[in-house]
């Protein structure tokens, strides 16, 4: 045989007489063994194919179970985004019923704070056929939108979110609830025709700035008003002082002003004056009046609502809740708040840093803002951790004793080294009596705690025979003046846009603010009624106090309470019963 290669044809050597006679039996065998080979490599060829023919049957597999996942995780949030929106369907409501019933706890009865409505007195100035949508004007063109969620008419939230059960009920069947706030169907106001005036009164607060810009920019860029935003310069002075012109603010120049403290309209004490204030509003054609402040900005802002209204005048006025004590009632918090409890928190830190690092028994105390509400000395002693004293208005003072706050801070400095104090600015009021003075606002001029808490801690020191080193720190006016937090920033935009929807549907005389962490409109009056509020001593709050400064609790317990008040009656009728009225 041949050694070239086999190529497929019968070799030239397979009739050679000279060949020992092998070659044909070879041939065989060769062409045996190269079959074999060809059903091997067709096995081989078969095998891959199945391989992959199951491999494409698995993906398939595994692609259709993720279509069913993804399938079903859309159902579900689709189910639940219909539930939500579906507020009428009782059918949805009932399909979604899971849990325990609890037949103790139901309300029967919802009664709705409403919020006066233009549209009661004055027709709308909106043109027929005008649909409210989310303008989204920029600098070179405008894109409207429809906004994800339009608030239906009575859709309301719930002021008490937590029930007790009682054994028949009647605790529980009822409710009051505010007005849902967020934009509506349909305007009172046509946006090409809207001229709008904000004012900032009374102390600063961190965020006025970034109220004052988100108002202006949903104004301009949500409603895509034609009209002017002035701005009123120095409170309600600014409505008749020659000495405060207004400003014109667009989106423009107020556009970086969320990135600094204060305000840049200027604020102001006092200086309201009706008559006056109505005649600015005529001569700039003013339909919509944006009032940031207190509970006394508030009560003016609803008195300038009512002159509107009793002078047959189409304006909307409403209000944004500010005050850094955090004691207007009924909303979560005031703006402004998280951040100056952030920057006490910076002021607690120093006084620390002095207290630990002078000797010997050095102490630091730090007077916080809180004329009758101690919320930031309270929440800036628990974010700090490193108080061992509190003072706040709403809790007795008591210097000396078993439940004296001297020897409680002689004690802690003893066991510590030094020793770190927080007093809110009204505490102590049941030392030092109150003052008969009061500001340009109404309020009453406090005494000076912080000074009296030093001079009496020196004075103990002392008659224990120790000398103290103490260092008192006034950040007052620095936690009031800081640029708002991101938390701040985020509810100030929250507050501008939904005042701004409000008074567009023609809502008027309200305030806006966050209730049960949704936001809302709240008539002016009842939100004024009951404030300042206060801290309940009775409260978690005062209770966690408690726990981690380790200071004794001066509060009264409700039993000796109810005993003393009962005392107090009984003298009184006594008292009256003495007398003669012959």
């Known amino acids: 045989m041949s050694s070239s290669s086999y190529n497929g044809k019968p070799s030239s050597n397979v009739n050679n007489k000279e060949n020992d006679g092998n070659t044909y039996g070879d041939n065989k065998k060769f062409l045996q063994m190269m079959t074999a080979m060809t059903l091997t490599s067709a096995s081989v060829a078969a095998a891959y194919l199945t391989f992959k023919l199951k491999r494409k049957k698995a993906k398939a597999l595994l692609e259709q179970k993720e279509r069913d996942e993804n399938k079903a995780r859309l159902d579900a949030f689709r189910n639940l985004a219909k539930l939500s929106n579906n507020d009428n369907d009782d059918n949805a409501l009932s399909s979604s019923k899971m849990g325990k019933l609890l037949p103790s706890i139901k309300i029967d009865e919802v009664y709705l704070w409403e919020v006066e409505y233009l549209g009661k007195k004055f027709p709308s100035e909106v043109p027929s056929g005008h649909v409210n949508l989310m303008r989204g004007v920029g600098k070179t063109r405008t894109i409207q939108t429809h906004y994800n969620r339009i608030i239906k008419e009575h859709e309301c939230i719930l002021a008490k979110v937590v029930r007790k059960p009682s054994k028949n009920g009647s605790n529980n069947t009822t409710s009051i609830a505010y007005v849902r706030a967020g934009p509506r169907k349909d305007l009172h106001f046509y946006p090409e025709s809207v001229n709008a005036a904000i004012v900032t009164c009374g102390g600063l607060c961190p965020g006025l700035n970034n109220v004052v810009r988100e108002i202006t920019h949903s104004l301009y860029r949500m409603y895509g008003i034609k009209g002017k935003v002035w701005g009123v310069r120095g409170g309600y002075k600014g409505f008749h002082d020659p000495s405060y012109p207004p400003m014109e603010l667009t989106p423009e120049n107020v556009e970086d002003i969320h990135h600094y403290g204060g305000t840049v309209l200027s604020s102001s004490r006092g200086g309201f004056d009706l008559d006056k204030t109505l005649h600015f509003i005529k001569k700039y054609e003013i339909n919509q009046v944006y009032v940031i402040g207190g509970d006394g900005t508030h009560r003016g802002a609803f008195r300038l609502h009512e002159g509107c209204m009793e002078n047959n005048m189409n304006v909307a006025v409403a209000g944004i809740p500010k005050t850094i ?15 100056a409890v952030e920057a006490a928190q910076k002021a607690i830190h120093c006084a620390k840093t002095e207290a630990s690092c002078n000797l010997p028994n050095g102490i630091g105390i730090v007077k916080l803002m809180g004329r009758s509400a101690g919320f930031i000395a309270a929440h800036a002693t628990l974010g700090s951790g490193d108080v061992d004293l509190c003072l706040v208005p709403e809790v007795p003072t008591l210097l000396e004793g078993p439940l004296g706050c001297l020897p409680h801070i002689f004690k802690r400095v003893k066991q510590k080294g030094y020793a770190v104090v927080v007093v809110a600015e009204g505490a102590g009021e049941d030392i030092l009596g109150e003052s008969t003075e009061t500001d340009a606002s109404g309020n009453k001029k406090l005494p000076p705690i912080g000074e009296f808490m030093k001079k009496s801690i020196d004075k103990y020191f002392h008659e224990q025979g120790e000398a103290a080193t103490v260092k008192y720190i006034d950040p007052s006016y620095m936690i009031r003046s800081v640029p708002a937090n991101a938390a701040d920033s985020l509810y100030c935009m929250q507050l501008a846009q939904n005042a701004v929807h409000g008074a567009m549907a023609g809502f008027t005389g309200f305030s806006v603010g966050l209730c049960n962490n949704k936001m809302v409109f709240l008539p002016i009056p009842e939100l004024c009624s009951t404030s300042p509020r206060m801290m309940d001593p009775y409260g978690r709050t005062w209770e966690r106090i408690l726990a981690q400064t380790h200071q004794p609790n001066t509060v009264p317990t409700r ?20 007398q003669d009225y012959a």
Not at 325 to 335: A, E, G, K, Q
């Open 559 to 578: 039993e000796s309470l109810q005993t003393l008040k009962k005392k107090v009656e009984d003298e009184d009728e006594s008292f009256f019963d003495s």
């Open 325 to 339: 004590d955090n004691d207007v009632d009924y909303i979560d918090r005031s703006f402004g708040f998280t951040s």
